[in-house]
């Protein structure tokens, strides 16, 4: 759906254009840990190893690089506290906030559908 830029630095938003800025952003919200790690933000401020807990199965590398790329594009804010050991919670931002709703619903839905959408183990890639 082509759109014309709400800020006005662009002429159009269209994630369908090979160029368009939007696809940086699209690419790094389908992710599935950047998903899962904003739900798991969506109750408060948490550190390293509690969203680490949640989300089962990653790995500390990607979930540091998913971490600092949803800082970057402004969804979270990364909050160091001086204390020995170091500190550090991360907590969503308006932005984040935002995007945390259709992402709840995203989620919701895959844990409702999912007996109609698999009707076969997936194959491991």
């Given at each position: 759906m082509v759109m014309p830029c709400p800020s006005g630095q662009h002429g159009e938003h269209d994630v369908y254009a090979a160029q368009c800025r939007c696809r940086p952003l699209l690419d790094l919200l389908a992710n599935k840990w950047s998903a899962l790690a904003i739900g798991a933000l969506e109750d408060?401020?948490?550190?390293?190893?509690?969203?680490?807990?949640?989300?089962?199965?990653?790995?500390?590398?990607?979930?540091?690089?998913?971490?600092?790329?949803?800082?970057?594009?402004?969804?979270?804010?990364?909050?160091?506290?001086?204390?020995?050991?170091?500190?550090?919670?991360?907590?969503?931002?308006?932005?984040?906030?935002?995007?945390?709703?259709?992402?709840?619903?995203?989620?919701?839905?895959?844990?409702?559908?999912?007996d109609q959408a698999v009707r076969a183990e997936p194959v491991a890639h």
């Open positions: 408060g401020p948490r550190r390293f190893g509690e969203i680490q807990r949640r989300l089962q199965g990653v790995s500390p590398k990607v979930l540091t690089q998913t971490l600092r790329r949803l800082e970057e594009f402004g969804f979270l804010d990364r909050t160091v506290y001086p204390a020995v050991p170091l500190h550090v919670e991360y907590a969503l931002t308006d932005l984040g906030r935002s995007a945390a709703v259709p992402l709840n619903h995203l989620r919701s839905w895959v844990e409702q559908n999912l």
